[in-house]
């Protein structure tokens, strides 16, 4: 297992808005963690995705101390899913791991994510087992993932979660971009490749404020349509829903 990781490598991507006082925390506790996995020409790749606060300073001052970390910058705001994209884009390695900056997805558990990919699924997706976020933030997250079965039958326990791997491979193959991210496990479902959920555990957040909010409630419906979208361009590339058993 251990010369099969080496072998591959592995590209962490963090997406950052606002979050200066996490990205330093954040990045010794991944780079301290790949170091003790010895994975192979680790990189770590953080997105600022227009943030307004000391996250640029803060992250050319880590960029200075280690050839491993890159970064994107962007000039404003565009949203996750682009800058999982750039983050994509920009990695070399074989297995690509998403993550957020505001340290509620514990580094420790990179590896649990990796190993699935290493046992031969193709995406792998965290499953928040003790949240502790606000009601209307859980009502929509559970909302959607209900809606999601029914729509499709595809069950997916924690569709939001941020913390994923998946192979390099899959997401150029699937197109992941645009809005298209989040629903990376659907898809590649879908397409007859191999996904699942492992449980890991969710941080209570230290520093900054969540960037969702009742905008939550905005981006659950527009995640609905999108799903209905997706669905209907499948069945026209003449894929037949799967129904998961």
């Known amino acids: 297992m251990r010369m099969a990781i080496r072998k ?3 590209s962490v991507i963090i997406t950052s808005l606002n979050e200066d006082k996490n990205l330093r925390i954040l990045y010794r506790k991944i780079n301290n963690e790949l170091k003790k996995r010895d994975y192979y020409n680790y990189e770590i790749i953080f997105i600022d995705d227009g943030s307004t606060d000391k996250t640029e300073k803060v992250l050319k001052e880590i960029i200075r101390t280690n050839p491993k970390v890159k970064a994107i910058f962007f000039d404003k705001n565009y949203g996750k ?17 998403t ?15 990796v ?25 929509f997250s559970r909302g959607v993932n209900f809606l999601l079965y029914k ?9 939001y979660c941020g913390f994923k791997a998946f192979k390099r491979k899959t997401a150029k193959d699937l197109g992941l ?34 960037k969702y909010g009742f905008g ?28 998961v058993s």
């Open 151 to 159: 729509f499709t039958g595809f069950k997916a326990k924690d569709f």
């Open 177 to 210: 971009f645009s809005d298209l991210y989040r629903f990376v496990a659907f898809l590649a479902y879908q397409k007859n490749l191999k996904t699942t959920e492992i449980p890991i555990m969710y941080l209570p957040r230290k520093h900054g404020k969540s």
């Open 115 to 139: 190993e699935k990919i290493q046992e031969g699924y193709d995406v792998v997706t965290g499953q928040r087992i003790n949240r502790d976020d606000s009601f209307v933030r859980m009502f």
């Open 99 to 113: 993550m957020d900056a505001d340290l509620q997805h514990d580094p420790k558990e990179i590896h649990k994510l």
């Open 216 to 243: 939550i409630v905005k981006r659950a419906i527009y995640d609905l349509l999108i799903i209905l979208f997706v669905i209907k361009h499948l069945e026209k590339e003449g894929y037949k829903i799967r129904k």
């Open 8 to 10: 591959k490598g592995v």
């Open 81 to 97: 899913t682009r800058a999982i994209e750039a983050g994509v884009n920009l990695a070399k390695s074989d297995i690509v791991v």
